[in-house]
């Protein structure tokens, strides 16, 4: 099974910073990789499918990037609402599988 | 608009049986693969299984911690998902989400929470 992995599992940032989170893929999965934003109590929300594509009425302050094994989730200006718990997911094959998530906070 | 409505979830004591819905509406159901993924109090996200569609076979795929316990469903005149899920164990206690299998998994519902105790 492909394994998951994000970094940092926490961080703390104002509002107007850039963030970047980071998931890397036990193998390589093309670009097979969705990133998701949970606020607490609430279902998941997708936010960017095939590692770059933003989900429809995504703010464009979110974008992805990467393939193969590594890729990225930048927030160019954090804002009130984005703080939540960021999630990877790949889609190469059988099982899916999360990342452990990436909790941002304020600072 | 994509919606998804879980029902079925409570208490449930260890061993026994439970079963998950999921009400669909807002796309043609008939068209689209369907997710399950769980979440433990406090933890992160489990992905569990999927069921295709017609044009597939209505084939299905299983995390190897339900496997052979869990079993999908659906019905497309109905509109409807389901999860039956068998022997089931403390550990499967979490809230309960599907998910439309298009693009990863671009819609979820509000979940249902199953708790398994004595």
């Known amino acids: 099974d492909i394994q998951m992995t994000q970094s940092p599992s926490s961080l703390s940032a104002s509002v107007g910073d850039r963030v970047t989170i980071t998931c890397r893929a036990s193998?390589?999965?093309?670009?097979?990789l969705a990133w998701f934003q949970q606020k607490p109590e609430k279902a998941p929300k997708c936010l960017i499918y095939?590692?770059?594509s933003l989900h429809s009425g995504v703010p464009s302050r979110f974008s992805g990037s990467g393939s193969g094994t590594d890729f990225t989730l930048t927030i160019s200006s954090l804002q009130p609402e984005d703080f939540a718990t960021y999630y990877c997911?790949?889609?190469?094959?059988?099982?899916?599988?999360f990342g452990p998530g990436t909790k941002v906070d304020i600072k | 608009e994509v919606q998804l409505v879980e029902s079925g979830g409570g208490l449930v004591q260890p061993g026994g049986s439970l079963r998950l819905s999921c009400a669909a509406s807002?796309?043609?159901?008939?068209?689209?693969?369907m997710d399950w993924v769980r979440q433990a109090p406090g933890k992160g996200l489990e992905w569990l299984g999927r069921?295709?569609?017609?044009?597939?076979?209505?084939?299905?795929e299983y995390a190897a911690s339900v496997k052979g316990r869990f079993t999908i469903s659906r019905d497309d005149s109905k509109n409807s998902l389901s999860l039956q899920m068998n022997s089931l164990k403390t550990e499967d206690t979490a809230m309960y989400y599907c998910?439309?299998?298009?693009?990863?998994?671009?819609?979820w519902g509000q979940g249902t929470l199953v708790t398994v105790s004595s």
């Open positions: 193998q390589g999965i093309s670009r097979w």
């Open positions: 807002g796309f043609t159901f008939s068209d689209y693969y």
């Open positions: 069921i295709r569609k017609k044009a597939n076979s209505y084939t299905t």
């Open positions: 998910a439309r299998g298009h693009w990863g998994l671009d819609s």
């Open positions: 997911l790949h889609y190469n094959g059988y099982p899916y599988t």
């Open positions: 095939d590692a770059s």
